[in-house]
C-alpha cells in the first residue's frame, strides 16, 4: 500500500482545544453525519491507498480531536446532499487524484506573471473576512492563457490552493469570486476558452466542494446566457444558487453588500487601489455604475 501525505497547510496553526464557531454552526443532524463520515476514515484512506493523509492542513484521522476535520467532511457531505456512502467516494477519488496531480508541489511552481498576473488573484476580504479572488477575463490571449490546457488547470488550482491558505476551518472556510468580462467580445469566447472552462470546473467541482460563498459576474455580455448555460452543465445546483449577476448601473451596489467600500477595487466604485490594475487605461477599465442598455444582461 502506497503511503502518501500532503505538505499543503493552512496559515494558522489551530489547537485541537480551541473552540471553532464554524462547528458549532452545525444542526445536530449534521454533527451526526460528520461524526458518521469521520468514522469511515480508515475504509476511506484504504480506498485511496494511503496510510494517512493531511488534506489542508488537517490530518484525516477518525480518533482526532481537531473540529477543523468536522469542518472540512460536511464540504464532501453538502456537495452529496448528506449521502455518507457518495461523500466517501467523492473524497477517496480526490485524495487519488490529489496524489496524482501533485497538489503538494503545486504552491512552489511558478507561472508567468505576464499572462496570469491578472486573470486572477486575492485581494482583500469581504464583511465576513472571507478572502475575495478577482477574474479579469479582458483583452487575453486565449492561445496564451488557454492554449496549454494542463498549465492553465494547475495554475488554477494553484491560485485555489492559495486561497485555502488564506482559510483557518475556524471562523472562515469560504471564498467570494468575482468574475470580470469588460471587453471580453463573443469571438474571444472560442473552443479554446470552453475546453479549459469545462476541464477546471470539472476539476474544483470534484475535489474542492464548498468554497465558494458567492460569485459576482460583473460587466457580462449580451451573450453571456449562452456563457452561463455552457459552465451551467458543469456546476451542480448548489454552486448555481451563489451566483449573483450584476447590472449594469448596479456593480458597486451589488458588490457592497458583502464586500466594504475600503476593501473594494477603485475599479469597481471603491476605495482600495490595485496598482496593476490603475495602470490600465480609461478604456480597459471595468464598467461601474453607468446607464443599464436594455435586454443586453441576464437577469440577476
Do not use: C
Not at 453525519?33 to 488534506?55: C, F, W
Not at 466594504?260 to 455604475?289: A, F, H, W
Amino acid at each position: 500500500m502506497a503511503e502518501a501525505q500532503t505538505s499543503t497547510t493552512t496559515t494558522t496553526t489551530t489547537s485541537t482545544t480551541t473552540s471553532n464557531p464554524l462547528f458549532d454552526k452545525f444542526t445536530e443532524e449534521e454533527k451526526k453525519k460528520v461524526e458518521e463520515l469521520k468514522t469511515h476514515l480508515p475504509d476511506i484512506l484504504k480506498g485511496a491507498d494511503v496510510q494517512n493523509y493531511t488534506l489542508w492542513g488537517v490530518e484525516l484521522n477518525k480518533d482526532s480531536n481537531d473540529r477543523r476535520l468536522e469542518v472540512i467532511l460536511i464540504k464532501f457531505l453538502k456537495a452529496r446532499n448528506f449521502e455518507i456512502d457518495q461523500a466517501k467516494e467523492m473524497l477517496i477519488k480526490s485524495i487519488k487524484w490529489r496524489i496524482e496531480f501533485k497538489t503538494g508541489e503545486i504552491l512552489s511552481e511558478t507561472f508567468p506573471a505576464s499572462i496570469f498576473g491578472k486573470v486572477g488573484f486575492f485581494h482583500k476580504h469581504d464583511k465576513e473576512n472571507r478572502p475575495v479572488t478577482y477574474n479579469l477575463y479582458g483583452g487575453l490571449d486565449n492561445n496564451q492563457v488557454f492554449g496549454e490546457l494542463e498549465r492553465f488547470i494547475r495554475w488554477r488550482v494553484q491560485l485555489m490552493e492559495k486561497g485555502i491558505q488564506l482559510l483557518d476551518f475556524v471562523n472562515v472556510d469560504q471564498m467570494i469570486q468575482v468574475h470580470d468580462y469588460n471587453l471580453v467580445a463573443y469571438a474571444n469566447y472560442d473552443s479554446t476558452v470552453k475546453n479549459a472552462s469545462k476541464n477546471v470546473t470539472q476539476v474544483l467541482q470534484e475535489n474542492y466542494p464548498e468554497f465558494l460563498a458567492a460569485k459576482f459576474f460583473v460587466n457580462v455580455p449580451w451573450w453571456g446566457d449562452m456563457m452561463f448555460k455552457f459552465v451551467s452543465m458543469f456546476l451542480s445546483e448548489q454552486t448555481k444558487k451563489k451566483f449573483i449577476v450584476t447590472s449594469a448601473g448596479g456593480v458597486k451596489d451589488s458588490m457592497l453588500n458583502l464586500i466594504p467600500e475600503e476593501n473594494l477595487p477603485t475599479i469597481y466604485g471603491g476605495k482600495s487601489v490595485i496598482p496593476e490594475l490603475e495602470e490600465k487605461s480609461e478604456g480597459d477599465k471595468p464598467k461601474v455604475d453607468e446607464p443599464e442598455p436594455k435586454n443586453d444582461k441576464p437577469t440577476e
